[in-house]
């Protein structure tokens, strides 16, 4: 069998959570390949909301096996408090929420490293979730002790020790951050045995074995392609490959091995924190996209920035992770609109482009828009693609033929139910 993977084409908040529910049924296991905390994928069904920041978005599903896998990282308070929800839902977890053994670990100290740095950088800060994130990972590529992962490790709080002592050190350039570390390290130390008493497995063999037994496996991303290491808005990114590359890296399985790859883009698009977004509406358009939308951040609460969808950037995703079937989420929320946009080319130093430029960072991308007629009415009966009105089929076709990927699901509200299948998407 193949591993099929269910990412973010945009800046994250795609809607991945629910689509990840929604799909879960038709797989045995769910693996979640990098992030950790940052993420937040809201799930909404049977009139509860859930977050979840870590566990993959296949938990509430019965039988089904879910994966953190070893590219994640893990703080174990937000993992205890996660896992104390689950409970408090009479959610059965036990035997069904595996973690990798090399999955990294989100330290105490970690949280005051992301909190300086943002710090130290003022107005050029990236405006991280503040989860602590990025230290991890700098670790790990800085081939730290405690960079393998392995939260049941001997020694692990001298370990620790050995390692702080390097950020605290007195004579390090970060500012003062008011922290109690003293009670941090207390409540993470007693987080820790709840990850520890959760079963461990050696995730690239664990997933190896388990799709040659013909077992169906969904990798679940977290954040969105723009936000990736390597490609994204650089610096103004997360800490990972959010990409399908990181599918390989962050379980342990061959490229291969990688089946359908179904990206999620929202009807519009919409940033949190700080960097480039060439289509982001600034006027009244852009509000009343955050008000309908609710675009407000499932961790931190932040109202999102908002815009036009931006097709040379999902043009560009979709040839960063290869993908074969496109979900359209949220267009539920351009129900009243009387017309949309969709930015279809740039102007870039007088020259018309279709492609992202390298510093986008540094330059000023005008976009050039289409517009489309809206159809300003509720798509809640609606149970199939026939049934769907004239301007939105005539959209969702410009779509498929700008992007060359077919449009398979379009998500009409943010419950489990509200979803319109094309074709069946995995089968
Ligand atoms: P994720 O990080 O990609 O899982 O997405 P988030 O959960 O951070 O943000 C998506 C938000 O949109 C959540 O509040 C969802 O409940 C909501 N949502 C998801 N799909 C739809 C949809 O089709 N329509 C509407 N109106 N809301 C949706
Ligand atoms: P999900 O999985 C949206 C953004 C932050 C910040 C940048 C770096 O819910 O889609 P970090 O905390 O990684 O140091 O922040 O990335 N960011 C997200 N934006 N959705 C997310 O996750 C995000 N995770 C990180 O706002 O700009
Ligand atoms: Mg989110």
Redesign the pocket.
């Known amino acids: 069998m193949n591993i099929d993977v269910i990412l973010?084409l945009q800046w994250?908040?795609?809607?991945?959570?629910?689509i990840v529910d929604y799909l879960a049924t038709k797989y045995d296991i769910v693996a979640r390949f990098q992030g950790g905390p940052n993420?937040?994928?809201?799930l909404?069904f049977d009139d509860a909301k859930y977050?979840l920041h870590t566990i993959p978005s296949g938990i509430f599903r019965a039988d089904l096996l879910n994966l953190i896998g070893n590219g994640v990282v893990i703080d174990p308070i937000t993992l205890a408090r996660e896992i104390r929800e689950l409970e408090g839902a009479g959610v059965d977890y036990r035997d069904r929420l595996l973690v990798a053994r090399k999955a990294h670990l989100i330290l105490p100290t970690h949280r005051y490293l992301d909190a300086a740095t943002e710090t130290a950088n003022g107005a050029s800060r990236i405006r991280s979730t503040l989860r602590g994130i990025g230290p991890p990972y700098i670790d790990q590529t800085g081939r730290h002790d405690l960079g393998r992962g392995d939260n049941r490790r001997p020694h692990l709080p001298q370990t620790y020790a050995q390692l702080k002592a390097k950020p605290m050190d007195p004579h390090n350039p970060y500012p003062p951050i008011p922290i109690d570390l003293e009670a941090e390290e207390a409540k993470w130390m007693d987080s820790l045995k709840v990850l520890q008493g959760l079963q461990q497995v050696d995730g690239e063999y664990y997933l190896h074995e388990a799709l040659e037994n013909g077992k169906r496996v969904l990798a679940e991303g977290a954040q969105g392609s723009m936000l990736d290491i390597d490609f994204g808005t650089y610096p103004y990114v997360t800490s990972s490959n959010t990409i399908t590359a990181g599918v390989c890296t962050g379980l342990g399985v061959a490229p291969s091995r990688i089946g359908e790859v179904i990206g999620?883009s929202k009807a519009y698009c919409t940033r949190v924190g700080s960097g480039p977004f060439p289509t982001e509406l600034h006027g009244e358009t852009g509000e009343r996209l955050r008000r309908e939308?609710?675009e407000f951040?499932?961790t931190t609460g932040r109202p999102r920035r908002c815009g036009w969808i931006d097709l040379p950037q999902l043009r560009y995703s979709i040839l960063l992770n290869g993908v074969t079937q496109l979900v359209i989420?949220?267009?539920?929320?351009l129900n009243a609109f009387e017309s949309l946009q969709a930015a279809t080319h740039y102007q870039l130093d007088g020259q018309r482009t279709e492609q992202l430029p390298y510093d986008l960072c540094d330059v000023e991308l005008e976009p050039a828009y289409e517009s489309f007629t809206g159809w300003q009415q509720s798509l809640d009966d609606i149970t199939d693609f026939e049934q769907l009105p004239r301007p939105l089929l005539d959209y969702l076709q410009f779509l498929e033929d700008y992007l060359k990927v077919p449009v398979t699901m379009l998500?009409?509200?943010?419950e489990r139910q509200?979803l319109i299948l094309k074709q069946v998407a995995v089968d």
């Open positions: 973010g994250g908040d795609e809607g991945k959570g629910k993420a937040g994928h809201t909404i977050v999620i939308g609710g951040g499932a989420t949220k267009i539920d929320v998500s009409t509200g943010p509200k």
